[in-house]
């Protein structure tokens, strides 16, 4: 059997090809046990994270086994197989141990050097154990990578160059400022109690931000998070998912990652949080908790004329952009000028008293700001004002892309961090980390190689022992009168001239078998000692059952 690696990456696939393709927890299980199910496959562990999907394989043929993982990877993505084949790697043998390696290391990270990959691999490596679908192969694998990215940062700089993609993501935000002074006060959500999440909530709380809110679908997490970040001095708080919408209102960062297939944010939801901020006039905090009264517009306005006509009619027609010359709107002229707000022609007056002031709002603003259609301004200096900044670490996205359009927010996404990593300068550290992982490679290929000889050497032994113990009962029955302390002397005797005889032989074969290419030496040995293959394979089984009750013994790493 031999190992496998099928994936997809932001090296080798553009983000929405990824975006498309991401896994849940269970459609990652799922794949799993299907691959277990075909044919050429013994074990099988997925890996995937925000910006790479790989599915690792022991498989006993190369050509139908990236077949058979190709083609579940498109049957369990949604994308068709013609659609993904062009953005699919595919890394065999050595190439894939150095290949999960150098992710562990943080080679092959968006941002180089990033630590949190490890968290990733001991996930994928602890659900592997608990479905039993990685075997001796993959347990040693991924536990091998563990260490060796592990031994990358202990002993080389490679965490100076490197950060976690919240960091890196916050940097992206903070447009060239310093990170802390730039967070410092700020009030900050973050959507979601997961890994990423959880990190997102951990930075923030360190670089000292005013308040933290942490939203998420199960209310527990988020409190427990919460409780955890207050206790290293954070002002955080949990709230309830349908409290997100009021928080927006107060928020001026908003750090996203969670496993929703939708939206959590839409440039609705951002554009009516942010008017709601902004016709106010004053604080979030500060408002009136009743926001219709929050929302009167003053005497003589155009958004008091538009209620006045509400009130009296009872509906309200669509108005187009323009400017209010002679205190009359013109009518729109292309699909491009038609309101966001998006007012439907007749609604009862009471239902309209939010989306109207809105929608004056707006209108009153048309002329210098056109909030879904049309880039934000940008200030002195070269740095747009930024009234909200959006961070959506998520995999399929949380945050609706076209909030950039938005007046006064910035948003950044995988995709766009992707493009400012591709920049972003390398520490001269990772040609250390690259030897580390070569070393650590041929060492483990080493090891794997010797393993594999072990059965036929352990079933040479056995068959030796078995003829001693024959001679030795030949010699019972022809010196009979031996007493038990001369036969014991005599057993002795020849054992020890069978383990000479085979110490040298086993130990040197043990070498060649370690070296590339030496695969053939177990072959030899069972053609020279015409050893039973089923006598191997049996002792292969008991050597990998004893495997798994040590990887069972020692627990997760």
Known sequence: MSLLVVGLSHRSAPVSVLERASLSVDAQAKLVQDTLAAEPTAEAAVLATCNRIE?????????????ELSTLLAQHSGVGLEELTPYLYVHYEDRAVHHLFSVACGLDSMVVG??????????????????????????????QALRVGKRAHSETGIDQAGQSLVTFGLEQLAQGRDVEQWAAGKRAL?????????????????????????????LERATRLAAVLSGTGARARAVAMDEVPAELTRADVVVSCTGATGLVLNADAVAEALAGRVIAGTPAEDAPADRTQRLRA???SLVARLAATAARDGRVQDLAVGPAEHGEVPAARTAEDVCPVGLPHERPAEELAEDLALHGTWVENATTARP????????????????????????????????HRLAGVRLVDIESLAEASADAPMAAD??????IVSDEVAAFGAAQR????????????????????????????????????????????????????????????????????????????????????????????????????????????
């Open 55 to 67: 599915l690792y394989a022991d498989v006993d043929k190369f050509h139908a086994g990236v077949a």
């Open 114 to 143: 990033e630590g949190q990959i490890l968290g990733q691999i001991k996930d994928a490596l602890a659900r592997g154990q608990e479905s039993h679908s990685a075997g001796r192969l993959l347990n040693d694998l991924f536990q």
């Open 190 to 218: 973050v959507i979601g109690a997961g890994s990423m999440s959880s990190l997102a909530a951990t930075t923030l709380g360190r670089l000292a931000v005013g308040e933290l809110v942490i939203a998420n679908r199960t």
């Open 298 to 300: 003053p005497d003589g």
């Open 372 to 403: 879904l259609r049309t880039a934000p301004a940008v200030a002195a200096g070269g740095r747009e004002p930024v009234a909200l900044a959006l961070l959506d670490l998520a995999m399929p996205r949380d945050i609706d892309h076209a909030v």
């Open 430 to 435: 990772v040609d250390q980390v690259r030897q």
């Open 450 to 557: 010797a393993a594999r000889i072990t059965p036929t050497v352990v079933a040479l032994r056995a068959m030796a022992a078995g003829v001693v113990a024959g001679e030795i009962a030949r010699l019972d029955g022809r010196l009979p009168t031996l007493d038990e302390k001369q036969r014991a002397e005599v057993a002795q005797t020849v054992r020890r001239v069978v383990d000479k005889l085979l110490h040298a032989p086993t130990v040197r074969v043990k070498q060649l078998a370690s070296e590339p290419g030496g695969a053939g030496y177990a072959d030899a040995l069972r053609t020279l000692f015409d050893l039973d293959p089923e006598t191997v394979a049996s002792v292969s089984r008991a050597d990998l059952s004893d495997s798994d009750t040590d990887v069972k013994n020692r627990g997760r790493v």
